[in-house]
Each structure stands twice: as C-alpha cells, then as structure tokens.
C-alpha cells in the first residue's frame, strides 16, 4: 500500500531569507507612495530614468558602483559569456547614465528613479535583501547650493507624505580620513571603526598625536546648534577645513528655507557612504526603527560631481499608517455596464459577479461595503 505524498507545500513556497512577498493593501500603498514621491521629484524639476535590473559587471560595479561590488549578485550572459550583476544600488547606474546616454545634455542634470534592488545579504537594523528604492541625483554641480537644494527636496517630499519629526543628521564621512591620512592602513580603519562606535576609550588608545583632536570630534555630535561651534574650534588640516566650510555654508542655506527643521551633525559616521566624499546626510523620524533614506556628494563615472539621495521604501511602509481604500461595491451578475461605469467615474471599486448569486451575501464575501441593488449603491449593514 502506498502512503500518501507528506504535505510539503509551505516547503514548496518558501522563499529565501530576506525576500518577501508584497500583498494587498501595502503592495498597492507602496505604488501609491511612489508615485507620489516622483510626482513631488518632478516639480523641482527632475526627470525620471529607468535603468535595467541586470548589467555588465565591468558598468555596473565602475565608479561608485565599486562600493557595492560586495553586496551584489552575480550570473553569467548566455548570451555574450560575459558576467553580470543585479543591481544592489540604483545611483551607481544613473552614474552611468549621465555619464553615457546622458553626455551631451545641458548640466546640472537632474534625474529621478525608482525600482528594485537585491543584495547579496541584509544589515542587522535592515534584514530585508530586496529594497525599493526611489530618489534622485544631482549631476554636474557641486558646492553648498547642491548640496542644501538635494536635502530640502528630500525633507519636501517625505513631508509631504506625512511623515513625522522628520530629522536630517549632516555627515562628512571623509572629515576623519583626511585627519588620519598619514597613519598605517590598518590603524587607520581601526581608529575609523572605533570613531563610527563612537567608542572614545578605544580613540583614545589609537589616536596618539591625534587623540585631543578626534576626540574634539565625538563632542561635535548632536544638534547643529551646539554641535557646529565645536566643530568650528578645532584646528583641521586644510581639506578638513575646507570640508567644514561647505558644511556650515550648506546648513545656512537649509536654515534660511527651512528654519524649524531638526538638523544635527554627525562628523565621525563612515558607514553606508563608502563612495561619498563630501557633505552626506541620513534622514531619519522621532521613534523610528530604521533610516528614511540616505544621500550626499560624490563623484560619477565621468569625474563629474554629484550629489543625491535614495529613500526606502520599507521604512516608510512601516511608518505611515495605511490610507482608507476605495469604497467597494459589488455589481451583480447581468447588472447594466452604464451602472458600473456611473460608479466607477464618481470614485467606487467596482467587483463584477460572475455568476448569478445572493448580491448581498456575496458582497461581504468578497469584501465589499456595498452592493448594486436598482442602479444604486446600498450598504451591506453588519
């Protein structure tokens, strides 16, 4: 006698650490938001791309890409024999972008996108390995303008999407390489890591000459207020100077287009902007797990200065509370289409019978509030 086959169909559907499945009602919010974040990219001017999901590793991981060579997926070409990756970072590609198909248009250029990205694995405050992403890049400028015009279109946007005590912590992620330039390799990244953890004993034991100094750095940390004062005390070498400078003139031209937003200054956070080398920023909400998005300078496949930012999707799904859905009517089976087409135009969902049955009952059946009853609209009740 033959057993039964086990029931392995949770098995069967089990999809791979970090990967999800995007159901109703968020997948439909989601779209939602991102339309209405490229809506809001668009009156500033910027002009939406869509690169591929898959290219050439040689393009892909070029220029800022190099950074995310560890955190990208790669296959062979059938096709050219030639290897590829997906994309774990969309500004990378509008890099290229510019810099190829894009060449001979006027600059700046301002450019937005939206997709998808994978990665090879997720981060401890992200576990998620596939991303959406939505932002937009500034190509061919440089220097505070640039630099204030990226985060107030950012602050713009997600304010107007309702997110709440919307922050922006003001990063220089090469303010320390560049005090530390002439240290061993290793020393170095130890006393990077050590000033990313914020850990002051460790600084301490490291810096040496440099101790007085980093240390001076840990206190500039926190509200813009308090935090650029003792920035602007310490005696930096000339490229931090100049750093600094860009800095205080940047959150001058915040200040004067958005006096009561949060800003404060992080001058020792390196991580997750490996390819910035200027002013960068994270954007982040009171009580909130997790970044809104982050951004800053940097320099594309062309040697020309850039500066952008990518929001994410998943932060902000989690955030917002969930919009009301349409209402919901049921139109029974053989129920004139002018009817339908009545309630459609005034802004209802309409859900067609496909049989002949009980319209009320089959109205709470398929989640629907109303039903067609004599060309109009009638509650289900409880």
């Not at 590793?57 to 800022?64: R, T, V």
Request: aromatic content about 4%.
């Amino acid at each position: 006698m033959t057993s039964a086959p086990p029931n392995n169909a949770g098995e069967k559907f089990l999809l791979p650490a970090g990967l999800g499945d995007g159901l109703p009602p968020e997948a439909g919010f989601e779209a939602a938001m991102v339309e209405r974040l490229v809506a809001s990219f668009a009156r500033w001017g910027y002009e939406r791309v869509k690169p591929p999901l898959i290219e050439f590793e040689d393009s892909l991981l070029a220029g800022p890409g190099e950074a995310m060579a560890a955190h990208t997926f790669r296959l062979m070409d059938p096709v050219s024999q030639r290897m590829m990756g997906l994309r774990a970072d969309m500004t990378p590609q509008v890099g290229r972008i510019a810099a190829s198909r894009l060449q001979n248009m006027p600059r700046p250029l301002r450019l937005s996108y939206a997709g998808q990205v994978l990665r090879m694995k997720g981060e401890q405050m992200r576990p998620e390995r596939q991303l959406g992403q939505v932002g937009v890049e500034l190509i061919g400028a440089e220097g505070p303008a640039a630099d204030a015009e990226v985060v107030l279109l950012a602050v713009e946007a997600l304010t107007a999407l309702g997110v709440p005590g919307l922050a922006v912590d003001l990063n220089v992620p090469r303010l320390a390489p560049s005090i530390l330039q002439d240290l061993p390799p290793q020393r170095r990244a130890d006393l990077i890591a050590a000033l990313d953890r914020k850990d002051t004993a460790k600084v301490a034991e490291l810096a040496g000459d440099q101790a007085r100094l980093l240390q001076g750095l840990l206190r500039s940390v926190g509200p813009v207020e308090t935090a650029l004062p003792v920035l602007e005390s310490l005696a930096l070498p000339s490229q931090g100077a100049e750093v600094r400078a860009n800095l205080a003139a940047t959150i001058a031209l915040i200040r004067k287009s958005a006096p009561d937003l949060t800003l404060t200054i992080d001058a020792t956070d390196h991580r997750g902007f490996e390819y910035h080398n200027g002013i960068a920023f994270t954007l982040l909400g009171r009580g909130v797990r997790g970044e809104f998005g982050r951004g800053g300078h940097y320099v594309n496949h062309a040697g020309e200065a850039a500066t952008g930012f990518s929001l994410y999707l998943d932060t902000l799904l989690n955030t917002l509370p969930m919009p009301a859905g349409p209402k919901r009517v049921f139109v029974p089976f053989g129920a004139e289409a002018a009817a339908a087409l009545k309630l459609r135009e005034e802004g209802w969902v309409t859900v067609q019978g496909l049989q002949v049955a009980d319209a009320k009952a089959e109205a709470k059946r398929l989640r629907c509030s109303h039903f067609l009853l004599d060309g109009r609209a009638v509650a289900t009740g409880n």
